[in-house]
């Protein structure tokens, strides 16, 4: 009776698609296509058939191959971090035991509520968080549960339970549960006895059976310098972090619990469990986002087939089950995920990365001279932006003390500036792609702990040196207002519907996604046309090697080892040069590629 529904639910499921993939086509058919290159009388229909359909094709490829995973490395790499978060775990609560007595040993090391309320409760500023607070919650009960006797069992018996067992003896059925333990108990002896599987039955029952318990948190009463939006003092990881300092680091760095507990034993003691609290997240997040995921989703080859998505608003891929694009930071892999990627048996891995490709894109697109003849002399771009920023280091460089690049044979003669002055060059680098992303002066004061002043002296003098760029932003950002969107190096456009609102920070937020945009939209484009190219490389065909991966800026393709050296080539001669020149010419700035090969991800970086 549900077969015409069904027919009829699917039909008209067919026909909405087609209908608005029709209206679709019909909308990309009246948008004009404005590329890098000048193009005649082709619409954004020309460009989703030259490209989207090629790429869409690329992305089903490598979804169907995915990549070869080592579940046993993962699996002995979740062991240890489960005994990580153990040892962080304990280690908190036996300080914030010293602290405030034994309840702390049941304080929820995740919950943000006790957090809150154990290190900042009474705050004057938040009227509703308490100096003292008793939680509720529920917990997993024991996983295993000692022999009961005849009275526990009754007690843990269900009503249905125990009447079942009365009825077996002949005995009444009403009253209260009380009642029905009360007649039990009364019989039983040599005539009646509770059957032993009756009592392995309850007592299996109360494995893992959530249980009710309660803990009283008593504030230490730390002022909080970070909040949330609910206007509560917030106890994420950066707000940890400052309290916490980084004790393990050579010297150590205290926080701000140093100066709260004393110098000396209490301040270091105080930083240090703050410390395996930041600890114990982080490891919660590996084994939750990678280290278990991971193992589950792999096929019974041992491969992962992950989904692409084209769905961001620049361009970049996403992905999920798993989400390959949220790989840890190589810095902060400790669990060495990325080992777990391999080749198979008698193959390689040839990864392939862009060198500071948003920059590169923003040079051409700008057609800034500084950066443009920084990038063609090779030196270290952003030891470059430090030169240009910092009067210190011009001194140094002129006194010969520091060199700003060398490219001779052996070690330099002098130390670079990228060893000397390495804080320097950090800041110069976040100024960089801060500029790419149109952070405001407020946000880099704040990322480099000055004063709005300060990091607006450094902005100036970084425009000083690049004035084509500031120009480039200004003339991009009047465009977006005329027209109401912005659009990449190929033309892909991204509407900006808001950006004449009549709230400032709307309009603020629209334009630092109208100079977005171009650049990492741009950055999408090269990747998406090199990974066509790969992806129908008839030398990537011959060789038996095939693309498996993209991960922004970064490609993984698998093949036969013994061709490594020829595939290696090819591959970087597609990325270096993705260009077809319909959509994408040449650029002004060479694209730099750096790739290698070995049996893992982690040993390919």
Same mark, same amino acid.
């Given at each position: 009776?549900?077969?015409?529904?069904?027919?009829g639910?699917?039909?008209?499921?067919?026909?909405?698609?087609?209908l608005l993939?029709?209206?679709?086509?019909?909308?990309?058919?009246?948008?004009?296509?404005?590329a890098?290159?000048?193009?005649q009388?082709k619409?954004?229909?020309?460009?989703y058939?030259?490209?989207?359909?090629?790429?869409?094709?690329?992305?089903?490829?490598?979804?169907?191959?995915?990549?070869?995973?080592?579940?046993?490395?993962?699996?002995?790499?979740?062991?240890?971090?489960?005994?990580a978060?153990?040892?962080?775990?304990?280690?908190?609560?036996?300080?914030? !035991?010293?602290?405030?007595?034994?309840?702390?040993?049941?304080?929820? !090391?995740?919950?943000?509520?006790?957090?809150?309320?154990?290190?900042?409760?009474?705050?004057?500023?938040c009227?509703?968080?308490?100096?003292?607070r008793?939680?509720v919650?529920?917990?997993?009960?024991?996983?295993?549960?000692?022999?009961?006797?005849?009275?526990?069992?009754?007690e843990?018996?269900?009503? !249905?339970?125990?009447k079942?067992?009365?009825?077996?003896?002949?005995?009444?059925?009403?009253?209260?549960?009380?009642?029905?333990?009360?007649?039990?108990?009364?019989?039983?002896?040599?005539?009646?006895?509770?059957?032993p599987e009756?009592?392995?039955?309850?007592?299996?029952?109360?494995k893992?059976?959530?249980?009710?318990?309660?803990?009283?948190?008593q504030?230490?009463?730390?002022?909080p310098?970070?909040?949330?939006?609910?206007?509560?003092p917030?106890?994420?990881?950066?707000?940890?972090?400052?309290l916490?300092g980084?004790?393990?680091?050579?010297?150590?760095?205290?926080?701000?619990?140093?100066?709260?507990f004393?110098?000396?034993?209490?301040?270091?003691?105080?930083?240090?469990?703050?410390?395996?609290? #930041?600890?114990?997240? !982080?490891?919660?997040?590996?084994?939750?986002?990678?280290?278990?995921?991971?193992?589950?989703?792999?096929?019974e080859?041992?491969?992962?087939?992950?989904?692409?998505?084209?769905?961001?608003?620049?361009?970049?891929?996403?992905?999920?089950?798993?989400?390959?694009?949220n790989?840890?930071?190589?810095?902060?892999d400790?669990?060495? #995920?990325?080992?777990?990627?391999?080749?198979e048996? *008698?193959?390689t891995?040839?990864?392939?990365?862009?060198?500071?490709?948003?920059?590169?894109?923003?040079?051409?697109m700008?057609?800034?001279?500084?950066?443009?003849?920084?990038?063609?002399?090779?030196v270290?771009?952003?030891s470059s932006?430090?030169v240009d920023m910092?009067?210190?280091?011009?001194?140094?460089?002129?006194?010969?003390?520091?060199?700003?690049?060398?490219?001779?044979?052996?070690?330099?003669?002098k130390p670079? #500036?990228?060893?000397?002055? *390495?804080?320097?060059?950090r800041?110069?680098?976040m100024?960089n792609f801060?500029?790419v992303?149109?952070?405001t002066?407020?946000?880099?004061?704040?990322?480099?702990?000055?004063? #709005?002043?300060?990091?607006?002296?450094?902005?100036?003098?970084?425009?000083?040196?690049?004035?084509?760029?500031k120009?480039?932003?200004?003339?991009?950002?009047?465009?977006?207002?005329?027209?109401?969107?912005?659009?990449?190096?190929m033309?892909?456009?991204?509407?900006?519907?808001q950006?004449n609102?009549?709230?400032?920070?709307?309009?603020?937020?629209?334009?630092r996604?109208?100079?977005?945009?171009p650049?990492?939209?741009?950055?999408?484009?090269?990747?998406?046309l090199?990974?066509?190219k790969?992806?129908?490389?008839?030398?990537?065909?011959?060789?038996?090697?095939?693309?498996?991966?993209?991960?922004?800026?970064?490609?993984?393709?698998?093949g036969?080892e013994?061709?490594?050296?020829?595939?290696?080539?090819?591959?970087?001669?597609c990325?270096?040069?993705?260009w077809?020149?319909?959509?994408?010419?040449?650029m002004?700035v060479k694209?730099?590629?750096?790739?290698?090969?070995?049996?893992?991800?982690?040993?390919?970086?």
């Open positions: 009776h549900t077969f015409g529904a069904w027919v639910y699917s039909a008209y499921d067919a026909e909405g698609t087609w993939r029709e209206n679709l086509e019909a909308k990309l058919r009246q948008m004009d296509w404005q890098d290159l000048p193009l009388n619409t954004m229909w020309d460009y058939l030259q490209y989207m359909m090629p790429f869409a094709a690329v992305l089903t490829d490598m979804e169907r191959r995915g990549i070869y995973v080592d579940k046993q490395l993962l699996s002995n790499a979740e062991a240890m971090a489960r005994i978060m153990q040892e962080n775990e304990q280690k908190f609560k036996d300080w914030a !035991a010293s602290q405030i007595g034994h309840t702390a040993h049941d304080i929820n !090391a995740f919950s943000g509520p006790q957090i809150q309320t154990l290190l900042f409760g009474g705050y004057p500023m009227e509703d968080l308490e100096e003292s008793t939680f919650t529920t917990e997993e009960g024991p996983a295993v549960v000692p022999d009961l006797t005849v009275e526990e069992a009754l843990l018996m269900t009503a !249905a339970m125990l079942a067992e009365c009825k077996r003896r002949e005995l009444r059925l009403t009253g209260k549960k009380s009642d029905l333990v009360e007649r039990l108990l009364e019989t039983e002896g040599a005539e009646w006895q509770l059957p009756l009592i392995r039955e309850v007592r299996e029952k109360q893992g059976k959530r249980v009710k318990k309660s803990v009283t948190v504030s230490l009463k730390m002022t310098t970070k909040f949330a939006a609910s206007g509560r917030s106890v994420d990881a950066a707000a940890l972090r400052e916490a980084r004790p393990g680091a050579d010297p150590p760095e205290w926080g701000r619990a140093y100066a709260h004393g110098p000396g034993t209490p301040g270091i003691a105080a930083c240090q469990a703050l410390d395996a609290l #930041v600890s114990l997240g !982080a490891i919660s997040s590996q084994i939750s986002t990678f280290l278990v995921p991971l193992q589950a989703l792999a096929d080859r041992s491969r992962i087939h992950c989904s692409l998505n084209m769905n961001t608003e620049t361009g970049r891929l996403s992905a999920r089950r798993p989400n390959l694009q790989q840890p930071a190589l810095d902060k400790q669990y060495r #995920v990325r080992e777990a990627f391999r080749a048996a *008698g193959n891995l040839i990864v392939a990365d862009y060198g500071q490709l948003e920059l590169r894109i923003l040079a051409h700008t057609d800034c001279k500084s950066m443009i003849a920084a990038f063609e002399s090779g270290d771009f952003h932006t430090a910092f009067p210190h280091i011009q001194r140094a460089i002129a006194a010969g003390e520091v060199l700003l690049e060398w490219h001779g044979d052996g070690p330099p003669p670079l #500036v990228k060893d000397v002055y *390495g804080s320097d060059r800041r110069a680098k100024l801060s500029l992303y149109g952070k002066v407020a946000g880099l004061s704040k990322d480099w702990g000055v004063s #709005v002043r300060q990091a607006q002296e450094l902005l100036d003098k970084w425009y000083a040196a690049r004035p084509e760029v120009a480039w932003q200004e003339e991009t950002i009047r465009i977006a207002h005329a027209k109401q969107y912005s659009q990449t190096l033309g892909r456009r991204r509407n900006l519907y950006i609102s009549e709230s400032a920070a709307v309009q603020k937020h629209m334009e996604a109208a100079i977005n945009t650049v990492q939209g741009g950055a999408a484009d090269v990747v998406m090199a990974m066509i790969l992806n129908s490389s008839e030398t990537l065909k011959r060789l038996g090697y095939r693309l498996l991966l993209q991960i922004h800026d970064e490609v993984i393709v698998e036969p013994e061709h490594w050296e020829e595939a290696m080539a090819e591959v970087k001669k990325m270096e040069e993705p077809d020149n319909v959509g994408l010419g040449p002004r694209l730099e590629v750096d790739a290698k090969h070995a049996k893992s991800w982690l040993e390919a970086k």
